[in-house]
């Protein structure tokens, strides 16, 4: 179990750490949230963005992995920056303005579920609900076993994000260095 405090200090940490390995994950809502997005190719050639959040989950002391999938959605917007391109359009993304990806094809193709396993079956790891800072419908993993399985780690001090990252990221395909190397 983790408290809120060591969460968020830990968390100022991971972040500090992951942008120094090049993978950009921020700090959001006073620190009570880091977020990283990324480019996912689908097995038809089509990309998509993986958007990941952690968040604390004060009913199991435990951090959270929230995380949706989106359309690419490319955009133009006009910067009026004199000192550089004085209005010319400038070609931004914007992870947000596509929609969200099928369910099916998040559990199969995504997160890469085998066709066997039941619906209930993957119910019980992988829920949909609102996002509690969003309040948009986002992909959770079940933070009721995270506890038990983090006892089962030996963990340092200052490593307990990072550990639990490493097992519950790699199931969403989130891109996380080596531990052994931060």
Same mark, same amino acid.
């Given at each position: 179990?983790?408290?809120e405090?060591?969460?968020?200090? #830990? ?5 500090e750490k ?6 950009n ?10 977020? #990283?997005?990324?480019l ?5 050639? #089509? ?11 004060? %009913?199991?002391? %435990? ?7 989106h359309?690419?959605?490319? !955009?133009?917007?006009?910067? !009026?920056?004199?000192?550089? !391109? ?5 070609l ?16 199969r ?5 085998? @066709? %066997?396993?039941? %619906? ?10 609102e ?17 038990q399985?983090? @006892?089962?780690?030996k963990l340092? #001090?200052g ?24």
């Amino acid at each position: 179990m983790l408290t809120e405090q060591q969460f968020r200090d #830990e968390l100022r940490i991971f972040v500090e750490k992951m942008n120094e390995n090049n993978i950009n994950w921020k700090l959001q809502e006073n620190g009570q949230t880091a977020r #990283e997005s990324h480019l996912v190719e689908l097995p038809d050639g #089509e990309f998509v963005t993986q958007d990941s959040h952690i968040i604390y989950n004060s %009913t199991y002391q %435990t951090p959270t992995l929230w995380f949706n999938f989106h359309a690419k959605s490319w !955009f133009f917007s006009v910067h !009026f920056d004199v000192r550089v !391109f004085c209005g010319l359009g400038i070609l931004n993304y914007d992870s947000f303005s596509g929609a969200p990806i099928d369910i099916e094809t998040v559990e199969r193709d995504l997160l890469k579920i085998p @066709k %066997t396993e039941s %619906t209930a079956s993957i119910r019980t790891r992988i829920s949909q609900y609102e996002h509690p800072f969003l309040g948009v419908l986002y992909y959770n993993i079940h933070p009721c076993q995270t506890s038990q399985l983090m @006892k089962e780690l030996k963990l340092g #001090e200052g490593t307990w994000l990072m550990s639990w990252l490493s097992v519950y990221g790699q199931q969403i395909g989130l891109r996380i260095p080596d531990i052994q190397n931060l």
